[in-house]
């Protein structure tokens, strides 16, 4: 069973860490779009798949997942901004989980944006 | 929505953006009693009886990038084309409740899906915000209470990783306890 004895022990390796943390200023955000047209569209598993791709590669003290509201383009959800620190942000659109490995890799990674999932190549 | 946890991820949010400390999220169902409850109340800035008349009308947002606000009337049908019911209740300054009653066997029912899942999320991207999240069936019941956890935390936010995991952890071994065979999740 989970016991809060196992949270405290949780609790003192944060600590530990929490200097690394707190000392990133360089960390990228991954920001979902989840309101109702996000989520209708799909944006949770979308969320999951970039939590679970980001851990597996152990860079969840590099790159924060969060979720954000509509930002008026509700046709082209689910919608994923990506913001590194110095670069312009860029949107990609009817993200699917299965193209979140690429996006963590190409873009996260070794910063080439995937330019074939933004938004710029599906309305141009 | 093609689950109803995500109706509740969506409702939630209007929780977030009213600005609550507190949110308690309640999932009560019975086999035996054929029904399904699922309750969001905030003590978030409320609203005035002319705007909860508002919300339900699907042609009706404060946002401004869009004309429509569709979560509320969304979560409403569902509720409603089970034979079931929907209520909010909301006063300025103290909070808003929003309760969908289901018909659970009726042919229109969506599934509940994954709200273990809804929950994580609003805690991991709401890290600031309290979340009470009670599951009840009729073999029995469970609470995680976010405060609860940050007391034993003292300091370390909810979305560091390993709470997280810690999180879903013990919301899965729960929800196994008090949901017989089958439909897990």
Same mark, same amino acid.
């Given at each position: 069973?989970?016991?809060?004895?196992?949270?405290?022990?949780?609790?003192?390796?944060?600590?530990?860490?929490?200097?690394?943390?707190?000392?990133?200023?360089?960390?990228?955000?991954?920001?979902?779009?989840?309101?109702?047209?996000?989520?209708?569209? $799909?944006?949770?598993? &979308?969320?999951?798949?970039? %939590?679970?791709?980001?851990?597996?590669?152990?860079?969840? #003290? @590099?790159?924060? =997942?969060?979720?954000?509201?509509?930002?008026?383009?509700?046709?082209?959800?689910?919608?994923?901004?990506?913001?590194?620190? $110095?670069?312009?942000? &860029?949107?990609?659109?009817? %993200?699917?989980?299965?193209?979140?490995?690429?996006?963590? #890799? @190409?873009?996260? =990674?070794?910063?080439?944006?995937?330019?074939?999932?933004?938004?710029?190549?599906?309305?141009? | 929505?093609?689950?109803?946890?995500?109706?509740?991820?969506?409702?939630?949010?209007?929780?977030?953006?009213?600005?609550?400390?507190?949110?308690?999220?309640?999932?009560?169902?019975?086999?035996?009693?054929?029904?399904?409850?699922?309750?969001?109340?905030?003590?978030?800035?409320?609203?005035?009886?002319?705007?909860?008349?508002?919300?339900?009308?699907?042609?009706?947002?404060?946002?401004?990038?869009?004309?429509?606000?569709?979560?509320?009337?969304?979560?409403?049908?569902?509720?409603?084309?089970?034979?079931?019911?929907?209520?909010?209740?909301?006063?300025?300054?103290?909070?808003?409740?929003?309760?969908?009653?289901?018909?659970?066997?009726?042919?229109?029912?969506?599934?509940?899906?994954?709200?273990?899942?809804?929950?994580?999320?609003?805690?991991?991207?709401?890290?600031?915000?309290?979340?009470?999240?009670?599951?009840?069936?009729?073999?029995?019941?469970?609470?995680?209470?976010?405060?609860?956890?940050?007391?034993?935390?003292?300091?370390?936010?909810?979305?560091?990783?390993?709470?997280?995991?810690?999180?879903?952890?013990?919301?899965?071994?729960?929800?196994?306890?008090?949901?017989?065979?089958?439909?897990?999740?």
């Amino acid at each position: 069973m989970k016991s809060l004895a196992e949270l405290k022990a949780i609790r003192d390796k944060a600590r530990a860490e929490l200097d690394l943390r707190k000392e990133n200023p360089n960390a990228a955000r991954v920001l979902v779009g989840m309101a109702t047209c996000g989520i209708a569209a $799909g944006a949770r598993p &979308v969320l999951n798949a970039f %939590v679970e791709e980001i851990a597996k590669r152990g860079l969840t #003290n @590099d790159i924060t =997942v969060t979720q954000t509201g509509c930002i008026g383009i509700c046709q082209y959800e689910p919608v994923v901004e990506i913001e590194i620190p $110095g670069q312009e942000k &860029v949107t990609y659109v009817k %993200v699917a989980p299965e193209m979140v490995s690429k996006i963590v #890799n @190409d873009h996260l =990674v070794n910063k080439n944006v995937v330019t074939e999932y933004t938004i710029g190549a599906l309305t141009n | 929505m093609r689950e109803l946890s995500l109706n509740v991820m969506d409702v939630a949010q209007n929780s977030v953006r009213a600005q609550a400390d507190l949110v308690r999220i309640s999932v009560e169902e019975s086999d035996r009693e054929d029904f399904l409850r699922i309750t969001i109340a905030d003590d978030g800035c409320g609203m005035t009886e002319e705007q909860v008349q508002q919300v339900i009308d699907p042609f009706f947002t404060t946002r401004t990038t869009r004309k429509v606000g569709l979560g509320v009337p969304l979560f409403k049908l569902s509720a409603e084309q089970t034979g079931g019911s929907f209520d909010i209740r909301s006063q300025k300054g103290v909070g808003t409740t929003t309760t969908a009653t289901y018909v659970k066997s009726h042919v229109d029912m969506t599934p509940l899906g994954d709200i273990n899942s809804t929950v994580e999320i609003l805690i991991r991207c709401n890290p600031g915000i309290d979340f009470v999240f009670t599951r009840s069936t009729d073999l029995g019941s469970f609470t995680l209470d976010t405060r609860e956890l940050r007391e034993v935390l003292e300091g370390v936010s909810l979305d560091t990783p390993d709470v997280l995991e810690w999180i879903r952890a013990y919301l899965t071994e729960q929800t196994q306890s008090i949901i017989g065979g089958a439909d897990i999740p």
